[in-house]
């Protein structure tokens, strides 16, 4: 469960809540980006959330209710939706490239669970995933806003997980941001959707015109730590 948004006022603010539970995570910060790592007995560790040096984001939330039209076919290629996260995230595929792919292909997902994609550029445009339902591409939105719901169901199939108290939380303050909404008015927004139930472990900042990514763990808001890319 996770609260992904972006804002776009008189900067490009990108925000990410990674709530998780019984899995053992990560921040790994480097000058090519601040990875969000999983731990996989068959892969180690997997960069599956965060921002690159070359400004994307990369986000990741679980649908609920689960849509078995996001498992994957016999014949699965390379669009499963993990596979192309680490390619934005590691700069070995662009947004528009992604875009393109989800345009003309269909994208799956893991068997038995429908991972969606929250991405989004520097330019602050913005696209989401939703394996075997489609995708929403929005040009440099005044807002977006992706939690643990279909954007194509809404709340047409209620789910206990599905985050719609976080979606309408966070719809809300950014409704009535000011334009000079930045980075400590981004952590109030994670903060308002944060959980404890399934907790939020890493909530993240981008500032994409300063370049820099701030984070902090455990829902420790007063220990947030930074990275400015070269």
């Given at each position: 469960?996770c ?5 776009n ?9 990674l709530d998780?539970?019984?899995m053992q995570?990560r921040?790994?910060p480097?000058q090519d980006g ?5 731990f996989?007995?068959?892969e180690?560790w ?8 070359r ?8 649908c ?6 996001s498992?994957?076919?016999?014949d699965?290629?390379?669009n ?11 700069q070995?595929?662009?947004l528009?490239?992604?875009?393109s ?17 929250a991405?989004?550029?520097r ?7 939703v ?8 040009e440099?939105?005044p ?18 997980w ?8 966070a719809?809300s303050?950014l409704?009535?941001?000011?334009d000079?909404?930045?980075v400590?008015d981004?952590f109030?927004v994670?903060?308002a959707a944060?959980?404890s139930?399934?907790?939020t472990?890493v909530?993240?900042v981008y ?5 820099t990514?701030?984070w902090?763990e455990n829902r ?7 990275i400015?890319?070269?």
């Amino acid at each position: 469960m996770c609260t992904s948004i972006v804002i776009n006022q008189r900067k490009t603010i990108v925000g990410w809540n990674l709530d998780l539970l019984d899995m053992q995570h990560r921040v790994r910060p480097t000058q090519d980006g601040v990875f969000i790592e999983i731990f996989d007995n068959k892969e180690g560790w997997l960069p599956l959330f965060g921002a690159n040096s070359r400004g994307d984001f990369v986000g990741m939330p679980t649908c609920w209710p689960f849509d078995n039209r996001s498992d994957p076919p016999e014949d699965a290629g390379s669009n499963s939706v993990l596979l192309l996260d680490i390619d934005l995230l590691l700069q070995k595929k662009t947004l528009d490239e992604i875009r393109s792919i989800a345009e003309r292909e269909d994208v799956y997902s893991a068997p038995g669970v429908t991972f969606m994609a929250a991405l989004s550029d520097r330019d602050g445009n913005v696209l989401h995933i939703v394996p075997g339902q489609g995708h929403l591409y929005y040009e440099k939105p005044p807002f977006a806003i992706l939690t643990n719901f279909s954007p194509f169901k809404q709340d047409a199939e209620p789910h206990p997980w599905m985050g719609w108290d976080r979606y309408q939380i966070a719809k809300s303050m950014l409704e009535n941001a000011a334009d000079t909404f930045d980075v400590p008015d981004c952590f109030a927004v994670l903060k308002a959707a944060s959980q404890s139930v399934c907790p939020t472990v890493v909530s993240m900042v981008y500032d994409a015109a300063a370049h820099t990514v701030y984070w902090c763990e455990n829902r420790s808001w007063d220990n947030i730590q930074s990275i400015q890319f070269a």
